[in-house]
T-cell receptor
């Protein structure tokens, strides 16, 4: 059973639009939700993360909205730029172990 | 990213033996090997905490990890199989914050003939 699901395998937006990437999870024990950004030929890198005690986390153009009751979250990328084109992995973990569960990723393309 | 270095960057193999190398310069005490197949998320293969193998996922026995010291990690591969074609990432973290942030290297792209 997949622990973390991302609803879209790919997403295309125009430059300047807000890209919305959706994610859901199964395990209620998860309490930390990082998003990793991966460019071609590179390893994933932490972009932004949220703890389950919060419902929103903002960092510049990137915002996570979190709904604990529905067990879903979304990453909003405001004013998308072509340089944001990458694969975004939603992930989840709990304090009981140090395992991180990754979703399958959403490949974002921002067209100029 | 020069904080975690991996070598080689690219590897083309027939049914041969080879070792992948990784070194982290972050002072972390946990190191990982991940396998990423095309258009898939990274999958955890091995985890070392303070040089001790903590978790060994269901990985074929032809993959053997080694941690000579807390900053270095090796992955020995013997008699590779075509299904092993993937990018192998080394990662590191502080063990007590392992679920918060992983730092990944650039990866070794393995192509099996």
């Amino acid at each position: 059973q997949q622990q973390v699901r991302q609803s879209s395998q790919s997403l295309t937006v125009w430059e300047g639009e807000t890209a919305i990437l959706n994610c859901s999870y199964e395990n209620s024990a998860f309490d930390y939700f990082p998003w990793y950004q991966q460019f071609p030929g590179e390893g994933p890198a932490l972009l932004i993360a949220i703890r389950s005690v919060s419902d929103k986390k903002e960092d510049g153009r990137f915002t996570i909205f979190f709904n604990k009751r529905e067990k879903n979250l979304s990453l909003h990328i405001k004013d998308s730029q072509p340089g944001d084109s990458a694969t975004y992995f939603c992930a989840a973990s709990g304090n009981s172990n140090n395992r991180i569960f990754f979703g399958d990723g959403t490949q974002l393309v921002v067209k100029p | 990213n020069t904080k975690i270095t991996q070598s080689p960057r690219y590897l083309i193999l027939g049914r041969a033996n080879k070792s992948l190398e990784c070194e982290q310069h972050l002072g972390h005490n946990a190191m990982y090997w991940y396998k990423q197949s095309a258009e898939k998320p990274p999958e955890l293969m091995f985890l070392y905490n303070l040089k001790q193998l903590i978790r060994n996922e269901t990985v074929p026995s032809r993959f053997i990890p080694e941690c000579p010291d807390s900053s270095k990690l090796l992955l020995h591969i013997s008699a590779v199989d075509p299904e092993d074609s993937a990018v192998y990432f080394c990662a590191s973290s502080q063990w007590d914050r392992a679920n918060e942030r992983l730092f990944f290297g650039h990866g070794t792209k393995l192509s099996v003939l």
